[in-house]
Structures are given as structure tokens and as C-alpha cells.
């Protein structure tokens, strides 16, 4: 089964993705993805 999460740029802290994850997994997600508040690639990490 998966679980819809949220994603928010490490840097500044905006909420810009949303995608899929397993149940199972132990760790948060983490994935390189462009911010337009940033106006870079940043680290963008799950949230609760």
C-alpha cells in the first residue's frame, strides 16, 4: 500500500511537491527537485 506525501525545500521551507510512498519505508523521503521560491535545485524532504 502507498501513501501520499508532501514535499518542502530544505532551504526555504515551501510545501511545492507532492508524490507517492510506500508505507514500509523507515527513513523520509529526500529528492532533488527545482524550487521556484528558491530559483534553484534544493533538497526537498517529506513532511508530516
Known sequence: ???KVT???ADCGSRNYSTMSSKDQ?????LKKY???CSA?????ETK
Open 26 to 30: 523507515q527513513e523520509r523521503l529526500e
Open 1 to 3: 500500500m502507498r501513501k
Open 35 to 37: 524550487c521556484g521560491k
Open 41 to 45: 535545485h534544493t533538497i526537498h524532504r
Open 7 to 9: 514535499l518542502a525545500c
